[in-house]
T-cell receptor
Framework: DTAVSQTPKYLVTQMGNDKSIKCEQN?????MYWYKQDSKKFLKIMFS???????INETVPNRFSPKSPDKAHLNLHINSLELGDSAVYFC??????????????FGPGTRLTVL | LAKTTQPISMDSYEGQEVNITCSHN???????ITWYQQFPSQGPRFIIQ???TKVTNEVASLFIPADRKSSTLSLPRVSLSDTAVYYC?????????????FGTGTRLLVSP
């Protein structure tokens, strides 16, 4: 029973392509996130969704767009992929609306490689 | 934004106590401090969270001084399996938005 799952685990694609990463949580949490971890292992938040409402939007390019069809899913769409998008992307979820005050549960990550 | 600073790496031996400190000079009144552990090719995993003074659970202790400008994660009697990267996270709020700032992470290496 995986709490937070992501697909695919690995994604290799060409520059300029459009791709999506899916995330699902079965914890009944209200808030979901996307993080990017670069080659230097810096973990940076990209987006946060609470009840389908975007509540955090860091300075990420608008080529990245989160889509939440329901409370249990938060997908990440990336258009016109660039070399610098290569990284590991983590999905996470938490129960409380104020994520800094509650535990986040992370998915296993999706390693994106842009060639 | 509450920026955090941690040592890049630490070395220890099995059975020793390890203390990892995180500096967060700009911590706001409503911020909580959370520590995560990350193994290679895995997502971060929650260790402990606190607001002030001391918090203890079955795996670690978290010490937060009165001014809350720093925090120390204490791992008692580490084992080889504690080799991982440890992140300090300070939750911040700014009317209408929440900005979460992870530290740069501390790579702990435990040797036999």
């Amino acid at each position: 029973d995986t709490a937070v799952s992501q697909t695919p685990k690995y994604l290799v694609t060409q520059m300029g392509n459009d791709k999506s990463i899916k995330c699902e949580q079965n914890l009944g949490h209200d808030t979901m996130y996307w993080y990017k971890q670069d080659s230097k292992k810096f973990l940076k938040i990209m987006f946060s969704y609470n009840n389908k409402e975007l509540i955090i939007n860091e300075t990420v390019p608008n080529r990245f767009s989160p889509k939440s069809p329901d409370k249990a899913h938060l997908n990440l769409h990336i258009n016109s992929l660039e070399l610098g998008d290569s990284a590991v992307y983590f999905c996470a979820s938490s129960q409380e609306e104020l994520p800094g005050t509650d535990t986040q549960y992370f998915g296993p990550g999706t390693r994106l490689t842009v060639l | 934004l509450a920026k955090t600073t941690q040592p890049i790496s630490m070395d220890s031996y099995e059975g020793q106590e390890v203390n990892i400190t995180c500096s967060h000079n700009n911590i706001a009144t409503n911020d909580y401090i959370t520590w995560y552990q990350q193994f290679p090719s895995q997502g971060p995993r929650f260790i402990i969270q606190g607001y002030k003074t001391k918090v203890t659970n079955e795996v670690a202790s978290l010490f937060i001084p009165a001014d809350r400008k720093s925090s120390t994660l204490s791992l008692p009697r580490v084992s080889l399996s504690d080799t991982a990267v440890y992140y300090c996270l300070v939750g911040a709020m700014n009317t209408g938005f929440q900005k979460l700032v992870f530290g740069t992470g501390t790579r702990l290496l435990v040797s036999p």
